[in-house]
């Protein structure tokens, strides 16, 4: 396995977008106020010929679209790991008034394109024919939109409302200190002590945890009941008929029979993963039902603390045990800088991938403290920033998917690394570290993603009234009864979840749950289809990939044999999750 030596950066590299807020940076700043301009006008001028008009709007849309994706990335980055840096969240707030200068003409050109025959206008023109599900897809949000004046209105407004409610709750987590016996340590590093090989050191955490909630828990009550009651009132004035299918129609591209097909396969497949929960319960020496605080409790031979050298060659490996396309890209992706690996305050919390795809690149962001599930998250965000690759070919506006399909890459990623450590050890201990990872991390991406689905549920039923830090606790402490059955111990829950997951903190985001468990399910699904023709395989994976971009997630899917509106699918993957959990629960009761 490959070796980077300790020299290597251990900071992300940025100058690939901008080396800082002057110069190019504010010369681009200059021309998005130019192209802007253009735009507007172009917009107002819509007297011509359809097609001359719609492939002029979109090709100044193009210019625009790169700009901005350069000049936010550069600003949201720099703040993601210094949450306080004034300079970036100056230009975060300078960027959205120039984009909301257009609104007006936006929702004018929305409304023009409602009204045309997209249809037949493809066939005289390559531009909207290349850019017919987006443009078809305008159309159909156009019916949703309020009038002129409401939307510039409520576009100069969402900054001082949902975006700021959104920016309360990542910067008090953020800055948060937790006392763990004595010693302070970010929220970050101290939720990551719950993967300690010492039980009293997870223990110890995860009170100290839930007792630092208690300086913010008022204040981010606040900010969540406002943006989802925010949420509700849009989405009422926009004659959506409710959150779920706001989220299905905008974000997922998905109809509500392949979400409902999901979740009964879900809530059926519960008492599969409740009997892990009670064998690790049984293992670790507990009478009652696990507690939260050894959810995560490594079991085996998982005492050592891998070091991220060592964490890049096992996934550099796995990689290339796949194919080598994959493998080179991700040895490209650590080489060149692409990484943030350690936590530290000011930090956000967690870890994504962000898709550069302007820039043919991607940057991924880390909490890496040397836990195996630290080395899994890195194969998963490699595996989001491979699909950014695969699309970074795609034209300008065709460059974002949705939600749920943004999991398929770096779930397959995951469990590649995931089958091919699995299948190289011989000791049963570390067999178990392994397996028992694996397992617990598909109960977080099923049965945890359910309780959060179940408790946002809730959350919009009541969002309409101003809810306390108590009720919010209480509403989550029953959706996690509701999702664990009696696999967790009912006393020792996690009553605070929805201060620290940030996908709750968002107008338009609602729901961002649910797409984990089908990223997981559709990807375990994907590796089954691998095995049976790994040849066939590979020939049609960066095609689906490069799909998801202009299709349904009906017919991406389709295009690997599978249909996700029936129940079958997902209980077949289902099975394969629980495969690995009659393997563990054996291993655990020898």
């Not at 510039?152 to 407004?157: G, H, M, R």
Request: proline letters at 2%.
């Amino acid at each position: 396995m490959q070796k980077f030596g300790d020299k290597m950066e251990k900071k992300w590299d940025l100058n690939s977008l901008y080396t800082g807020f002057q110069g190019k940076y504010l010369e681009d700043i200059e021309l998005l106020k130019k192209l802007i301009k253009e735009r507007i006008k172009e917009i107002n001028d819509n007297k011509r010929d359809s097609i001359i008009y719609i492939e002029s709007v979109i090709k100044n849309d193009e210019k625009i679209t790169i700009l901005i994706g350069k000049l936010f990335s550069f600003a949201e980055l720099t703040l993601s790991t210094d949450i306080i840096n004034e300079e970036a969240d100056k230009y975060i707030s300078i960027i959205t008034l120039i984009i909301n200068d257009s609104v007006k003409a936006e929702v004018d050109f929305q409304k023009y394109i409602k009204n045309v025959d997209l249809e037949e206008l493809k066939k005289s023109s390559d531009i909207i024919n290349n850019y017919s599900f987006i443009l078809s897809k305008l159309g159909k949000t156009a019916s949703h939109l309020l009038s002129k004046k409401e939307e510039v209105l409520y576009s100069k407004l969402r900054k001082v409302c949902g975006s700021s409610w959104g920016k309360i709750q990542e910067i008090t987590t953020s800055n948060l200190l937790c006392d763990v016996n004595g010693e302070s340590k970010t929220l970050t590093e101290t939720r990551n002590l719950a993967y300690s090989a010492d039980s009293k050191v997870r223990k110890d955490a995860y009170y100290a945890e839930q007792k630092a909630y208690k300086s913010i828990e008022d204040v981010v009550a606040i900010s969540l009941t406002n943006i989802k009651y925010e949420s509700n009132v849009l989405l009422k004035l926009r004659k959506y008929k409710d959150p779920i299918t706001y989220n299905l129609e905008e974000n997922c591209n998905m109809k509500r029979e392949s979400l409902d097909a999901l979740m009964s396969a879900i809530l059926e497949f519960r008492p599969v993963f409740i009997k892990y929960l009670k064998a690790k319960a049984k293992y670790l020496g507990h009478k009652k039902s696990l507690p939260f605080y050894d959810l995560f409790a490594p079991l085996g031979k998982s005492n050592s603390t891998i070091d991220f050298d060592t964490a890049c060659s096992l996934v550099l490996d796995s990689f290339y045990s796949f194919s080598p396309k994959l493998g080179d890209f991700a040895k490209k992706a650590i080489k060149n800088n692409w990484i943030d690996v350690y936590p530290k305050k000011g930090k956000v919390g967690g870890a994504f991938c962000a898709n550069l795809p302007y820039i043919r690149e991607s940057r991924v962001l880390l909490n890496f403290t040397g836990s195996l599930d630290n080395c899994l998250t890195l194969a998963h965000e490699l595996g989001h920033a491979y699909h950014g690759e695969i699309i970074s070919d795609e034209l300008p506006l065709n460059t974002n998917y949705p939600m749920q399909l943004a999991e398929t890459a770096s779930i397959f990623c995951e469990t590649i690394m995931g089958k091919n450590l699995i299948s190289k050890v011989t000791d049963k201990e570390e067999k178990i570290a392994i397996l028992e990872q694996s397992v617990s991390d598909s109960t977080q991406v099923i049965i945890d993603i359910l309780s959060r689905y179940l408790f946002e549920e809730d959350l919009y039923k009541k969002a309409n009234n101003s809810l306390s830090a108590s009720k919010l606790k209480s509403m989550m402490i029953n959706a996690q009864k509701k999702a664990y059955l009696d696999g967790l111990d009912h006393d020792i829950l996690h009553p605070y979840m929805w201060i620290c997951k940030g996908h709750y903190y968002s107008v338009d985001g609602n729901f961002y749950n649910f797409p984990y468990a089908f990223g997981l399910l559709y990807g375990r699904g994907l590796y089954a289809s691998y095995l049976k023709d790994p040849e066939e395989f590979l020939k049609n994976y960066d095609k689906m990939l490069f799909l998801t971009t202009h299709a349904t997630a009906e017919d991406v899917t389709l295009s690997m044999g599978i249909d996700i509106t029936k129940k079958d699918f997902w209980i077949d993957s289902l099975k394969v999750i629980e495969e690995e959990i009659n393997e563990l629960v054996v291993l655990l009761e020898k």
